[in-house]
């Protein structure tokens, strides 16, 4: 069983949940659920005991939306919805990006899976709640200051400016320019050196 993933039963084991379906089945879905693409609209779907695929289910329902369809949910306004709550605080206690979160979920999951002596101990707990947010803050925290003010700068590319741009197209109008009149000098200066040899052999002749 993967690592933050909440077992059948808080009485049961992940073993003893799988062995006994029936008493799984009985359990009200949760936001664990959610996370692991276990619940969708006609309830919790254990993939080891049903036949279906994914297809004949629909697609999963999002942790929000299980959250909310609870006998006690407070109901959903979208200018006061409680779930998205995070985007109205101020800019000093602002969450961590969810890209970052996305990214350290995975990498610590594999991790406490990996280093996990007893297969069923409760490691999920020690990344649940806020702990997540709280080491994406002290991430974030820590790019600041190892990065500074502008060294984020190297991985960007420079901008070019208006003036940049006019500045190179007045020089590259400028030696087009400086170009065409030296080709027209070297015109000019060939064809009155093929005028005057003639005339110059016609005069010598004479």
């Known amino acids: 069983m ?5 077992p059948p039963s808080e009485g049961l084991s992940a073993n003893e949940g799988e062995q006994h379906p029936e008493n799984a089945k009985r359990r009200v879905a949760t936001v664990y659920d959610a996370v692991a693409g276990r619940v969708y609209k006609d309830g919790l779907v ?3 005991s049903s036949g279906l695929g994914h297809d004949y289910r629909g697609r999963p329902l999002r ?3 299980v959250l909310f369809k609870q006998r006690n949910a407070p109901p959903r306004y979208e200018e006061t ?3 998205f709550a995070h985007t109205r605080l101020p800019s000093g206690q602002a969450l961590p990006g969810s890209d970052l979160l996305k990214a350290l979920h995975p990498y610590l999951s594999r991790y406490y899976a990996r280093s996990a002596e007893d297969p069923n101990s409760k490691v999920w707990k020690s990344m649940d709640e806020t702990a997540l947010l709280a080491l994406g803050i002290l991430i974030e925290e820590s790019c600041k200051v190892r990065l ?6 190297a991985f960007l590319e420079r ?3 208006a003036s940049e741009n006019e500045r190179e197209d007045s020089d590259s109008k400028s030696n087009i320019q400086e170009e065409v009149t030296h080709a027209e000098a070297q015109q000019q200066g060939a064809s009155d050196d093929g005028d005057g040899s003639p005339s110059s052999a ?3 002749n004479q």
């Open 202 to 204: 016609v005069a010598g």
């Open 2 to 6: 993967p690592a933050f993933e909440r």
């Open 148 to 153: 500074g003010e502008t060294g984020d700068l």
């Open 46 to 48: 254990h993939p080891k």
């Open 159 to 161: 901008a070019e400016t």
């Open 81 to 83: 919805d409680r779930y």
């Open 63 to 65: 942790p929000d939306e």
